[in-house]
Structure formats: C-alpha cells, structure tokens
C-alpha cells in the first residue's frame, strides 16, 4: 500500500510543472476581454446623436439659378451712370434721324427751354395821415429751370410827385435744389440822395408751409452794409380770394446820416392784403401797411420833419405774365 501510495505522488509531482509550463506558453488573446470606454466628462457633453448618420444640410437654393447677373466690377465706376443706351426700339419702325429730332425736342420741353415770367407783385395807392403815397415791387426774370438773370425793382413816393426811395437790382439767381435759389448781383439806389451803388448776395425760396422768404446782404461802394429779410404768405380762403400777409426788416451795420439810416434795427413794414384773382395773372386787392423807424433812424426821421410811424389804407393790383 505504501508503494502504491508513493508510485501515485511522484507521478504526481512529475506531471505539475509539465501543465503549469504548458499554460503559460499558451495564447490567452482571444480571451482578452473588451476594455469599457471611459465615461464622458462634465466638459465634454455626451452628443445623443453618436453613432447616428446625420446627413449634412442641403445647400440654400438659388433663386436666380440659371439667370446670368450682372458682374459689380464691369469696368463702371461706382456712383457714374451707365452709358446712355443706343439700341432704341422705335428706331426699329420709324427713322433713326426723325427719332433723334423727336427726342431733342422733348429734352428741350422739359427743362432745356427758356423761359421768362415779369410780375408786379405790388402796384397801390396808399392812403394815409398827411400827403397819400404810391410805391410798386416786382420782378422779371429769363432762363432756365437752373441758371436766371432777374431784375428786381421796388420804391415810393409821395401823390405831389416827391418819389423818396427808389432801386433796381440785376441778380444772377442759382438754383441749388427745387426750393431755394442763390442771388449774387448789383443794387443801384436812385433815391434818396445821394446815390448808392450796392454788391449783394442772398438765398430766396419757398420754406416749409409755403412760405416765400428772400434774404439779402448789401455792401455798397462807401463801405455801408445792411441786411433786409422779407417774408409773405398766401392764404387762399376761396378759388380766387386770397389773404396776404407780409413782412421786411431791415437792419444796417453802421449808421449813415447822409441816407437817415442808423445801425441797428433800421425799419419794419407790415401788410395786409386781400385780393381777388379775377384771373390767374390780374388781381385787384385792399390792405393796410404799417411801417415803423426805430433808433437812430427814427431820430433822423422826425429831424426830416417825418414821423417815426406811418399806417396807410392801400387799394391795387398785382399781374404778371
């Protein structure tokens, strides 16, 4: 029994190092286990879509896909109109020579003439506190709708035939868009004595609301300068009644004893006119006109024998063609 006991342990003892030797030579990678992936940090948030095929977006389509649009570098430079077509379909049914005439006159009509308009705005007899008065203002001028030569022309006088003040204007008028015009010209005073020749420069035009507003600088040949600044308004109460106020102010820069001016506020006038358009171009109107000297011009007045104020009832017309 013992030898039966002894053969079996080193039988035993020879066969362990035999399988123990042939388990480590074998190859244990095909049961290697898969390794788990590492959970996702807080920085880097877990995409639902992983593992998905997610078709890329469609490209926005062209509405003017097929239309051949024009290049922005075509060799014409920015802000500079395109050459004036030549290609002109009329000239497909009439002749090229009568189509050119045709258009030669309509660019004429419409802005290429020349045009001319005189208007007495202001043609009355003043009725008033002592010797009645006359006085006229009005205008005539020729050109176009930019460029115009007017004549301007304003005074009074007394009904025994003492005319007080009188002058005429030659201005070159600019139009610097549809509303306002630069004036630049002459001024030449007739009377009062003695005479005065003036360079003037101004703006006229027609303001917001439809008022006509005019403002000039003068600064004649003896180095004196004044402003004046005239306004009106039409205010149509029917078809052919119209109610018109104005107004002037005139203001000297130094006085001139010789012309009773003083510096300063010179003088304002004030009117009131209702007229009746019987047509477009001939109105008859009453009114009242008031004017007042202030400062040293009303002092030079009253030494003239003259009263600083004066209030008139005036009846007139006003045409123009």
Same mark, same amino acid.
């Given at each position: 029994m013992k030898r039966l006991l002894a053969a079996a342990a080193l039988?035993?003892?020879?066969?362990?190092p035999a399988i123990a030797q042939d388990h480590g030579q074998m190859d244990h990678s095909v049961h290697q286990m898969p390794q788990a992936e590492a959970a996702p940090t807080a920085a880097e948030p877990v995409d639902p879509h992983a593992g998905h095929s997610v078709p890329a977006p469609a490209e926005p389509v062209n509405p003017h896909a097929g239309h051949t649009m024009p290049a %922005?570098?075509?060799g014409v430079p920015k802000g500079v109109a395109p050459p004036v077509p030549t290609d002109r379909a009329a000239e497909a049914f009439y002749d090229p020579a009568t189509m050119a005439r045709a258009r030669a006159a309509m660019l004429k009509e419409s802005g290429g003439m020349t045009? %001319?308009?005189?208007?007495?705005?202001?043609?009355?007899?003043?009725?008033?506190?002592?010797a009645d008065g006359y006085a006229w203002?009005?205008?005539?001028?020729?050109?176009?709708?930019?460029?115009?030569? /007017?004549i301007k022309s304003e005074g009074e006088g007394d009904v025994d035939g003492l005319l007080e003040s009188a002058e005429l204007q030659a201005l070159y008028s600019r139009a610097i868009d549809p509303w306002w015009n630069?004036?630049?010209g002459v001024r030449q005073d007739f009377r009062p004595q003695p005479q005065r020749t003036y360079a003037t420069i101004g703006i006229e035009g027609l303001a917001p609301y439809w008022f006509e507003l005019e403002a000039q600088a003068f600064l004649s040949d003896k180095g004196d300068a004044h402003v004046r600044v005239e306004g009106s308004y039409d205010q149509r109460i029917t078809q052919r009644l119209v109610l018109?106020?104005? /107004?002037?102010?005139?203001?000297a820069a130094q006085d001139v004893p010789e012309l009773g001016i003083g510096s300063g506020l010179s003088t304002i006038e004030l009117g009131l006119r209702l007229r009746y358009e019987l047509a477009r171009e001939f109105a008859p109107?009453?009114?009242?006109?008031?004017?007042? %000297?202030f400062g040293d011009t009303a002092r030079y007045a009253r030494a /003239?024998?003259?009263?600083a104020s004066a209030t008139s009832l005036v009846m007139g017309i006003r045409f123009w063609f």
């Open positions: 039988l035993v003892g020879i066969a362990t %922005s570098d075509d045009f %001319s308009k005189l208007m007495l705005d202001r043609l009355e007899y003043r009725a008033q506190k002592g203002e009005g205008e005539g001028w020729i050109g176009g709708d930019i460029n115009r030569l /007017a630069l004036v630049a018109q106020p104005a /107004a002037e102010v005139n203001i109107y009453v009114g009242v006109h008031w004017e007042r %000297s /003239a024998g003259e009263g």
